[in-house]
């Protein structure tokens, strides 16, 4: 059994790290097989240590992804077993926690490795470490809202602690203790980032080692600042937080030089693909997603396919392409249809998958981070909230004219081959008729709810299967869409979970200290955010 407890995770590091190319993007060396370690270099280890879930990777969709928030998220369709369905795989519970310690033990280790180094050689290198802190707390983030508390403050030390055991057991943080450090310090970052200067030869350096940003301190900024606003609108509707996110959200919309957040695809934060003959690719995508056919994993679901039908959006036959049998209809599964209608659907060949040439078969498919049309999401949610509706409408219907152009993109990056030809691009025009359509305009919703809940499924069909965590995370907190599941009346879990639980091997190594949130670690209690 794989030892996972947060705590040992440290002594898996990647022992020294290097990235001894010219350009990280064009030619990225494996730093597991190099010798020497430094700032720079274990901070390109620090991020390339969780690439696999940033990148569309085959563990992440095919293990973690696949039977659990995909169903949840109702982004596929899928035909109903005997199995306990709602209740997630313990191996991608598992896949996704020792991700996330392995890249927290490296981070420890920049840590160790900066603290190793003169006063002088600190003042030229803290950048990195300011820098690397954005990323952190955006995958913690990711972790508290699956898991809720996590180990996290003193996690990932048994290196730094000489490899002592007894010292290093990890206590569970509480969330919101957590969600409240990581605000305070991203909020000191901003400011920090603005009066930070890199002198010219760090700045090559640093070009060269920044897989996400490649240098561009000002994407950092942009990087730091939507993250802000993603978890101060996570936060927004819990009692101990509303008043600072409306206080911290509106400072921040109110000033874009102090405050720089993404506003156009050319911003997006993302991580891209260049040469995939390189660690940097996509090719776990197509097993990701269309193993064995796709089944449970590219396979449409009903209530997006009626949606996008119904209302003629334009990313549906760039997401999806018809079944085989289907003449040219793009049809998806009923999760509440009888196993028996479900089965006879998906043996005729007429359910819908996901595109292949844009999706699982295009190794160049970006890791997405955080883009414009989220944030303008979250904008169009707050300026709702706030009772600014013309700012609202505006930051809504930017949104998904940059989802719509976010995929057009992505269509011509694509090396597909083998499969469909590639979907035509859509245009202004279909983006301005669909702006329109009964289902999504923001003139024709006669109130805020009304007005929520297309933002709500806006985000829905943006994130769709390539941002899952955030779309399981704002369906959990918006109850948007609306979903409707069978209840699995032959297993204890009967509905879709509202969190994934502590994987078997943390409970297990970690016992003392996961004694103190053992009550509330089940698959029914809900995050501190999830107030609805």
Not at 456 to 481: C, F, I, M, S
Request: include cysteine; aromatic fraction near 12%.
């Amino acid at each position: 059994m794989k030892k996972i407890s947060s705590f040992i995770l440290a002594g898996l590091l990647l022992g020294a790290v290097s990235c001894q190319e010219s350009d990280i993007a064009e030619n990225y060396t494996d730093p597991s097989k190099v010798a020497v370690t430094s700032v720079e270099k274990q901070f390109t280890g620090f991020l390339v240590s969780t690439k696999d879930y940033v990148l569309p990777g085959y563990t992440n969709y095919f293990v973690a992804l696949r039977t659990s928030i995909n169903h949840y998220n109702q982004v596929t369709g899928w035909v109903n077993d005997a199995s306990a369905q709602f209740v997630p795989g313990s191996s991608g519970t598992e896949a996704v926690w020792f991700n996330y310690y392995n890249m927290l033990a490296q981070y420890r280790e920049l840590q160790k490795v900066y603290a190793s180094k003169t006063t002088t050689e600190q003042a030229d290198r803290k950048f990195f470490m300011t820098v690397a802190r954005i990323f952190l707390y955006d995958q913690t983030e990711r972790m508290i809202d699956l898991f809720g508390p996590i180990p996290f403050t003193e996690a990932g030390f048994l290196s730094t602690n000489g490899g002592d055991y007894a010292a290093s057991y990890a206590k569970f943080d509480d969330p919101q203790t957590l969600y409240t450090t990581m605000l305070d310090d991203l909020k000191a970052i901003s400011t920090e980032l603005n009066a930070t200067t890199i002198n010219a030869g760090y700045q090559t350096s640093f070009k060269t080692q920044d897989i996400i940003n490649n240098g561009d301190l000002t994407a950092w900024k942009r990087y730091c600042n939507s993250l802000r606003l993603r978890m101060l609108n996570r936060v927004s509707a819990a009692s101990s937080f509303s008043s600072r996110a409306t206080t911290e959200m509106a400072e921040i919309l109110g000033n874009s030089t102090t405050y720089p957040i993404v506003e156009s695809n050319d911003q997006n934060i993302q991580l891209d693909v260049y040469d995939i003959n390189t660690d940097i690719n996509s090719k776990g995508f197509k097993d990701g997603i269309a193993s064995d056919g796709g089944w449970y994993g590219n396979t449409a679901g009903k209530k997006m396919m009626d949606f996008m039908n119904t209302n003629a959006d334009p990313r549906l036959p760039i997401l999806f392409e018809p079944g085989a049998n289907a003449a040219g209809a793009y049809i998806g599964i009923d999760p509440n249809a009888t196993q028996a209608v479900q089965s006879a659907l998906s043996n005729a060949g007429v359910v819908a998958i996901y595109n292949r040439y844009v999706t699982s078969h295009n190794q160049f498919f970006p890791g997405v981070i955080i883009n414009a049309a989220e944030v303008n999401l979250i904008k169009a949610e707050y300026y709702l909230r706030t009772s600014n509706d013309a700012s609202a409408k505006t930051a809504y219907e930017t949104a998904i004219s940059q989802s719509v152009k976010f995929y057009n993109s992505i269509i011509a990056i694509s090396n597909a081959t083998g499969v469909n030809a590639a979907p035509a691009a859509a245009t202004d025009a279909s983006i301005a008729a669909y702006i329109l359509k009964d289902g999504v305009s923001w003139d024709k919703a006669t109130s805020s709810a009304a007005k929520l809940t297309l933002i709500g499924t806006q985000k829905w069909l943006h994130y769709n299967l390539v941002q899952p965590y955030e779309n399981w995370a704002e369906t959990r907190r918006l109850d948007l869409p609306s979903f409707t599941f069978p209840l699995d009346n032959a297993n204890k879990q009967t509905v879709p979970p509202v969190r994934w639980t502590i994987p078997a091997n943390e409970i297990t190594y970690n016992a003392a200290n996961y004694a103190a949130v053992q009550g509330t670690d089940n698959l029914n209690t809900k995050l501190f955010w999830d107030v609805k």
